[in-house]
């Protein structure tokens, strides 16, 4: 009996898996972290990639506005915004000057105990905050629409500002390839009327618009133009070990900053196996990720490009919060299968969250997909929830029934912090 614990929730969750198959753990991989965090974001931010400092971006200007990752996303705000606020201040601009917007996306609004989290007590009681608010267009502005059609509305509280920055942090992503950067000001302070195009089916169902993939990504590529169109002056994004703590800095230029954020990325975090396994144990990285199960279709889709066509992927989730947001709750709740689910929705107007569902049937076309997530009833996950099981021992044996005994099994207990791929 091998024994393996995966992230889950707060603590995690011991795996007990049986002798036979060939077991192989995936890490997510990262750099080192850096030694002096603070001394490296200073340089970052006074010697920026392709861009003038900050203090001279800043000069002059009255007002800024930060948009920030909200809860579902570990970034180490306290740490990455107190330098770039010192610089602010150094301009001329108070406290009052330099308003911090959550990037909620569709996501709900932050709470006042969560705002402490993303942001840290003091810096959340001093400064204005804006808790963005997707579905009300008159707090977005209409820039026109990009070369491929997605109309362009970003929140008035954003562009109002002197100075436009993000904050965030890179890891790979289920549509735009990586995170970050541009992702800050679409979908992040975005209405709805532009998630919903950038999230439709011509999007999602783009070849290129999976994990890792950046180059051709026609969504990454959508979102950049809307980030021009937006104003984004200046970035600062971050990488993180697996304890979270900061391994790489990238500031500057919002193109060439991310782009070597990126390049950083792959060069330290791609994990290389030698053949495609015959099925896969992830998780859902715990918290924040695995607060629903709209976020834990994330740890499916990354684990795909290492299973085997047919081969069985079995997910692991406390899904504390439940499945999501009504809207996707609903779709869940009415789900009759992969096919199905995608000739449905294929030619018909885009529902808040959606995309998630259609990125996992995707997968499901593919592969089997088994689920435990205590935190969702199986009642509430239409015809998933005959795969969806009361313990991990249960989960875990149904994925073994069908398999030989020298079965090659992966095990990712990190989920989509895990960038695993098949050597070429």
């Not at 898996?17 to 192989?24: A, F, M, N, T, V």
């Not at 779709?331 to 018909?348: C, T």
Request: aromatic share 6%.
């Amino acid at each position: 009996m091998m024994e393996q614990i995966v992230a889950f929730g707060k603590s995690g969750l011991t795996l007990h898996l049986p002798d036979g198959p060939r077991y192989e753990v995936l890490r997510a991989h990262s750099a080192d972290a850096i030694p002096n965090p603070r001394a490296a974001l200073d340089a970052a931010l006074d010697v920026p990639i392709g861009s003038p400092s900050l203090s001279a971006l800043a000069a002059g200007k009255k007002t800024a506005a930060i948009s920030v990752c909200d809860i579902t996303r570990p970034a180490p705000n306290r740490q990455t915004l107190p330098p770039i606020l010192e610089r602010l201040h150094a301009a001329g601009m108070r406290a009052e000057d330099i308003t911090l917007c959550i990037a909620t996306g569709l996501h709900r609004e932050a709470t006042g105990a969560e705002l402490d989290t993303i942001l840290g007590p003091e810096i959340a009681a001093r400064y204005p905050i804006f808790n963005h608010d997707a579905k009300i267009l008159s707090d977005h502005r209409y820039l026109g629409d990009t070369e491929r059609g997605t109309p362009v509305w970003i929140a008035n509280r954003f562009l109002d500002a002197d100075l436009h920055i993000t904050l965030g942090f890179i890891e790979q992503h289920l549509m735009l390839g990586f995170s970050g950067g541009r992702k800050l000001i679409a979908p992040g302070l975005a209405a709805q009327e532009t998630i919903k195009v950038i999230h439709s089916p011509r999007f999602m169902r783009e070849a290129l618009a999976v994990e890792g993939s950046i180059d051709n990504n026609p969504i990454h590529a959508d979102l950049l133009e809307i980030a021009r169109k937006a104003g984004h002056h200046f970035m600062l994004d971050v990488t993180l070990t697996q304890s979270r703590e900061i391994s790489g800095i990238f500031a500057g230029n919002a193109v060439e900053a991310h782009a070597a954020g990126v390049d950083f990325m792959r060069r330290t975090s791609v994990e290389h196996v030698p053949q495609y396994v015959d099925a896969a144990i992830t998780s859902a990285a715990g918290l924040p990720l695995d607060l629903t199960f709209y976020q834990t279709v994330k740890g499916v889709t990354a684990v795909q490009h290492i299973v085997k066509p047919g081969g069985k992927i079995l997910i692991l989730s406390e899904c504390s919060e439940g499945v999501g947001s009504p809207e996707f709750s609903e779709k869940v709740a009415s789900y009759k299968g992969a096919q199905s689910f995608l000739d449905e929705i294929k030619d018909s107007p885009v529902v808040p969250d959606q995309w998630q569902l259609e990125k996992l049937a995707l997968v499901a076309l593919k592969h089997p997909l088994t689920f435990y997530v205590p935190g969702v009833r199986p009642d509430q996950l239409g015809s998933l929830g005959k795969d969806s099981f009361s313990s991990a021992d249960k989960a875990i044996n149904d994925l073994l029934s069908d398999l030989p005994t020298n079965a090659s099994i992966a095990i990712l207990p990190d989920g989509p912090y895990a960038c695993a791929r098949v050597s070429s």
